[in-house]
């Protein structure tokens, strides 16, 4: 079985299972983010909804992550893999690049990841429901190359960047990120000199559904990879730093149909409802309509 790690919960505890509870926390995040920056507008706001596949439900594990994306490690939320075509430069004229590399949003982005698994457990209350909101970002940062990012990765804690960075030397505590982390910039003595693709163990599947992101031709024998996907430069990096995430260890929310993925990532129609049994005729959209 592929390794896979409990999400984080975040932010959260102090919240009810109610669309109003968490509509007015997000409320707070934007207004929080304008704040902090004279470029940041506070509408209008976008989102985003990113139905994960490697994200699971376990009875006795809770939210578990086996796959890359989104990266929930050291306080940093992350989307940097996957989704390539949700976050592509072209569709968000809403950043504004602040240094070579780097952008910051002007208008706030969300970015809502559910489970995206139909063999998921279920608790004893949700009677056949598997497709779970797991975290809600506010994207914060951008990055271009992956060597942007990890510039930025460098300069969190190292918690932060040591289960991203997958071009790191093989060894037990690295193991994580060789296989699911989402940087794949080179790191020599501490600072980034380049990028590359990651080994042919990172567990990552091509927009053209093969593994080892679809490459055929080896040019380094010890990657296998002649171009990698994740390090276009058109396709935005993002990030949410450590106060302007939140996410579930525990399903709450729960998606009920059709979260499959469209070429702006997936879900904008699709039907969401709190954990109680009362009032669900809104969708998690429409009752956020106000912040969304």
């Known amino acids: ?139 914060t940062h951008a990055f271009k190359g992956m060597d942007d990012y990890g510039r930025f990765l460098l300069q969190q804690d190292e918690a932060a960047w040591k289960d991203r960075i997958t071009t790191q030397e093989s060894s037990e505590e690295t193991s994580w990120a060789r296989k699911k982390g989402d940087c794949h910039a080179i790191i020599e003595d501490g600072e980034v000199v380049g990028v590359d693709s990651p080994y042919p163990e990172h567990d990552h599947v091509s927009s053209s559904g093969t593994s080892s992101c679809g490459c055929s031709t080896t040019v380094n024998p010890e990657y296998d990879h002649v171009y990698h996907e994740d390090n276009d430069t058109s396709i935005l990096k993002f990030a949410s730093t450590s106060n302007y995430w939140l996410s579930w260890s525990k399903p709450q929310f729960y998606w009920t149909v059709g979260n499959g993925p469209d070429f702006v990532g997936g879900g904008q129609g699709t039907v969401a409802y709190r954990k109680s049994s009362e009032s669900q005729t809104d969708t998690i959209l429409s009752e956020l309509r106000s912040a969304l």
């Open 1 to 139: 079985m592929a390794p896979q790690r409990a999400i984080p919960e975040r932010g959260t505890a102090s919240l009810s299972s109610s669309i109003e509870d968490l509509r007015n926390r997000l409320e707070q995040l934007v207004e929080e983010l304008a704040g902090e920056r004279d470029e940041f507008q506070t509408s209008p706001i976008n989102g985003r909804i990113y139905p994960a596949a490697s994200i699971d439900y376990l009875n006795d594990s809770g939210l578990v992550q086996g796959g890359s994306s989104p990266s929930y490690w050291g306080s940093l939320w992350s989307l940097t893999c996957c989704k390539h075509k949700m976050r592509q430069e072209h569709f968000f004229d809403y950043f504004e690049e602040v240094e070579p590399g780097v952008l910051h949003p002007t208008q706030p982005l969300f970015v809502f990841t559910c489970a995206g698994k139909t063999d998921s457990d279920t608790p004893d209350w949700a009677a056949g429901r598997e497709r779970w909101l797991t975290s809600v970002a506010l994207v």
